[in-house]
């Protein structure tokens, strides 16, 4: 019992061919194909909306050098935001809830956030590694410090999306489970589990989105103390 648990966390697969591609470019089928109805749409309308409200929020901080990142950036929001929120539906699968996945994105942008750096301001970005008014003592040991913490960024990004939706998925998983066996013993006590169940999944519905935009917003900043 304990192992079907993690089984929803396991690539899908047919024949042996996993389907995880297949449940990666799935969210791109929701977004509207061009046609002569593409701005009266309503649809597309509230996601050009979206859109724009989301690439606004991202770009706020960031000076005009780094808006050329305004592409990337609210792609991948859209794409964590969608993936994120189709996993929640019953019997599917959330390629985000895969450590893989998520430090296959989050290390190749914090490592162009990091070289966009050290090409255009090497002095202002390895000064990051040493605040000012350091005493001469510390200078090593603090240097070592903030390499550390810097290194561990992109591992920090993918274990914090990965952690926050297993756990999520977990929950919601114990506690059907919890329900549809305490219904015959207990109708009661199974139907406030279920009251508890819907108020979970609003709740992991809010982090699915919040996570997506705190994975953006992250490298979003990485990018503002590069640039």
Known sequence: MNLSFFDQFTSPSILGIPLIMIAMLFPALMLPAPNNRWITNRLSTI??????????????????????????LTSLMMLLLIINLLGLLPYTFTPTTQLSMNMALAFPLWLATLLTGLRNQPSISLGHLLPEGTPTPLIPALIMIETTSLLIRPLALGVRLTANLTAGHLLIQLISTAAITLLPLMPSVSLLTTTILLLLTLLEVAVAMIQAYVFVLLLSLYLQENT
């Open 47 to 72: 996601q050009t909306w979206l859109l724009h409200l989301i690439t606004k929020q991202l770009m706020i901080p960031l000076n005009k050098k780094s808006h050329k990142w305004a592409l990337i």
